[in-house]
């Protein structure tokens, strides 16, 4: 979102979100619907200008979020809380910019961008198929169980190989009740 030359609302962040703030909710809520779960950064590419010895001196300063939040269709107060509070943090390194007597002042927001990408989680779980040259190599035991502890099953493996190697694959080939403590203690 470029913004316009003319528009006196630019010069300040809080002004710039009161008018802007429907535009981006829309925008990302039409994403939403479109890609279902998105991830979403917000930056903002700002001006400014200081007065030292007669001359005036401009710098750009580009502020964003440090990682993206993730949004779905039940997200519509997120999206704006989230909105705020990068607002918030961008005015409040400006503030203290200020108090630190840096005496740069907000020319213009000169950008605005709303990075918004596919969000698409893995899923995650249990069994998951060996590529093909690893599994050419019959060097790694794969058990195809259907829970979420492999973990367990592979330490199993190696304390536990099956007598004649057949379906070294198969649940069943190891013991359950193996005596392994698996708790975790601290």
């Not at 070294?168 to 013991?175: F, G, I, N």
């Amino acid at each position: 979102m470029k913004t316009s030359e003319e528009n006196p609302n630019n010069k300040h962040i809080f002004m710039f979100e009161r008018e802007n703030r429907e535009k981006i909710d829309n925008l990302i809520e039409q994403e939403i619907q479109e890609l279902k779960n998105v991830k979403v950064s917000f930056q903002m590419q700002v001006k400014f200008s200081k007065e030292r010895n007669g001359e005036t001196k401009e710098i750009k300063h580009f502020f964003q979020n440090d990682e993206p939040q993730v949004f779905n269709r039940n997200s519509e107060k997120k999206i704006k809380e989230k909105f705020d509070e990068f607002i918030e943090i961008t005015k409040g390194e400006v503030e203290q910019w200020n108090a630190a007597g840096s005496g740069w002042v907000v020319e213009k927001i000169e950008l605005f961008y709303v990075k918004i990408a596919r969000y698409d989680p893995l899923g995650g779980g249990t069994y998951l198929p060996l590529l093909a040259n690893l599994a050419k190599k019959k060097a790694i035991v794969n058990v195809r169980n259907r829970d979420n502890e492999c973990l367990k099953w592979e330490l199993r493996t190696a304390l536990f190989p099956p007598k004649n190697g057949k379906h070294a694959q198969r649940p069943s080939k190891y013991p359950v009740n193996d005596g392994i403590n698996f708790a975790f203690t601290i």
